[in-house]
């Protein structure tokens, strides 16, 4: 059996059970009462609260577990580990240059994302590790050092990284 209403404070619930009621204030399922709230957020441990009722706001649940007793728990939003709109990347850079200006671009997330080269690009590069901005240590020079240049950019997060492999192309001005 299931039971579909809106709550006195606007929230929308479905409940699948044996035995569903509500008041309007109280939502019973199989004789227990579970109370779901915006209105009334508890401001202490020890704010007025019956046993089983639920609030939130936009950081924590709020459960009374006794009589004026309130526990309470973070909401985290949960994270994905970030993704490039492509796996590799071809890019010019005129010789001189520090900068490397690629296009490339991750998916949007919740959650903070850092950069990082892999080791073997590391003496050769810096990147930004809030912003992704990559930069050559050295300003590349076409008639001395090599023409083409490979690096792998990683995003990552809590949730895991992504690589990105960019192959740089020195140019003469």
């Known amino acids: 059996m299931s039971s579909e209403f809106y709550t006195r404070s606007g929230f929308f619930a479905k409940i699948i059970a044996n035995n569903v009621s509500s008041n309007g204030r109280d939502i019973f399922v199989d004789d227990y009462a579970l109370t779901i709230s915006s209105a009334n957020i508890p401001t202490r441990e020890d704010s007025p609260g019956i046993s089983g009722d639920i609030a939130f706001d936009s950081n924590y649940l709020y459960i009374c577990a006794n009589e004026n007793k309130w526990r309470y728990s973070e909401l985290i939003v949960p994270c994905v580990a970030p993704e490039w709109d492509q796996h590799s990347e071809q890019v010019d850079v005129v010789q001189g240059n520090y900068h490397v ?10 959650c903070e994302v850092t950069f990082s080269v892999d080791e073997n690009s590391a003496n050769i590069f810096f990147i930004d590790s809030n912003t992704g901005e990559l930069f050559f240590k050295e300003a ?21 990284s992504k690589h990105l492999v960019l192959t740089i192309n020195i140019i003469e001005q």
Do not use: H, M, R
């Open 101 to 110: 200006n690629y296009q490339s671009t991750l998916s949007e997330n919740e």
């Open 140 to 160: 590349p020079d076409f008639s001395a050092g090599p023409s083409v240049y490979t690096v792998t950019i990683i995003a990552g997060n809590k949730a895991g």
